[in-house]
């Protein structure tokens, strides 16, 4: 069986994947959330170290980072030392070399955000070579076969603009010369960017989209059972063409109860485009809905059989 856990890190992304084998449990992380999941009434968030050690899980085969927002890579820090790592996938490490970045105080907001995160990544790397732990650059779509029932694909969707981010992010962490313009398009282009992950297993696809805006791969879409909703399921997460093209059986937006109204994060909107084409739309967090009780737990479970049957969270 396939077992994917939605984990409630509120404001962010972190999936938990189990597959059993031969005696033998694969685990794939993707996305760790931020380091501190927060708190809201009646929400049961945590971070994904917290979820882990709750659940006695020692090992990750691997994780997978989809791109580097906070909320997504962050809580690797914590999770390094809940269990041991076998490989990390990205779309960029820093040079072992990498320092510091010089900081004018007058840059953009986007740009500030940026060297933030790239400060903060080039943390967390340093704690994962510390570890000998493998870090294996995404730099075109890889295809994974961790277990001979289930097959992984680590979908990077423009590799072109995906090099040119690379150049533009080593040339800052080097101390070199880096053009404004494209410093702003590399922090731009982080969330459209975005790696997506697709799962096959039982005859069903799993898209575990990151944070990839649904116009940037609605020509690249096809149908799927489950669809974990881009971007915690905001204005820009969804178009129309992409929701028709994937039908998915179940949605899930990972997202904090909490509305965020400058965001349209999560979108009415988007979630009326997921329901119109059949999709049950499930929320990591409590999120309140009309009509609906919000969800109370630490994550959204799904299990998947053999034949492809799936158990969502009310029946798992």
């Not at 396939?2 to 059993?20: K, M, Q, S, T």
């Not at 809201?40 to 709750?54: I, Q």
């Not at 990839?212 to 969804?238: F, M, N, R, T």
């Not at 400058?262 to 929320?283: M, N, T, Y």
Request: proline share 7%.
């Amino acid at each position: 069986m396939l077992r994917l856990h939605f984990i409630n890190v509120g404001d962010g992304d972190a999936i938990l994947a189990e597959e059993e084998h031969g005696g033998d449990t694969f685990r794939l992380l993707a996305d760790a959330g931020r380091a501190d999941a927060g708190s809201h009434p009646g929400s049961r968030r945590l971070t994904a170290a917290a979820y882990l050690a709750r659940r006695n899980i020692r090992r990750l085969d691997a994780v997978v980072v989809t791109h580097l927002h906070s909320d997504h890579f962050e809580g690797l820090a914590a999770v390094l030392e809940t269990a041991e790592v076998g490989a990390v996938y990205a779309g960029f490490f820093p040079p072992p070399c990498a320092g510091g970045m010089p900081r004018t105080g007058a840059e953009e907001k986007t740009v500030r955000g940026l060297k933030d995160c790239l400060e903060r990544w080039t943390a967390v790397t340093a704690a994962l070579r510390a570890r000998a732990v493998p870090l294996l650059s995404v730099e075109e779509t890889a295809s994974l076969s961790p277990t001979p029932r289930l097959s992984i694909q680590i979908i990077c969707g423009d590799p072109g603009a995906a090099a040119r981010q690379r150049r533009v992010w080593t040339a800052l962490l080097s101390g070199e010369a880096a053009d404004p313009d494209m410093v702003w398009w590399s922090s731009k282009f982080r969330n459209p960017g975005s790696l997506r992950l697709r799962l096959a297993y039982g005859g069903r696809r799993i898209e575990l989209a990151g944070d990839c805006y649904g116009a940037a791969w609605e020509d690249q879409a096809e149908p799927c059972a489950i669809l974990k909703v881009p971007h915690h399921g905001d204005a820009k997460s969804l178009t129309p063409l992409l929701v028709r093209r994937l039908r998915p059986e179940h949605a899930v937006i990972s997202c904090s109860a909490e509305y965020v109204a400058r965001k349209d994060r999560p979108s009415l909107a988007a979630i009326r485009l997921l329901e119109e084409q059949g999709a049950r739309v499930w929320f990591t967090d409590s999120f309140p809905q009309p009509g609906r009780e919000p969800s109370c737990w630490s994550s959204a479970d799904f299990t998947i059989r053999e034949d492809g049957a799936i158990l969502p969270p009310d029946r798992g």
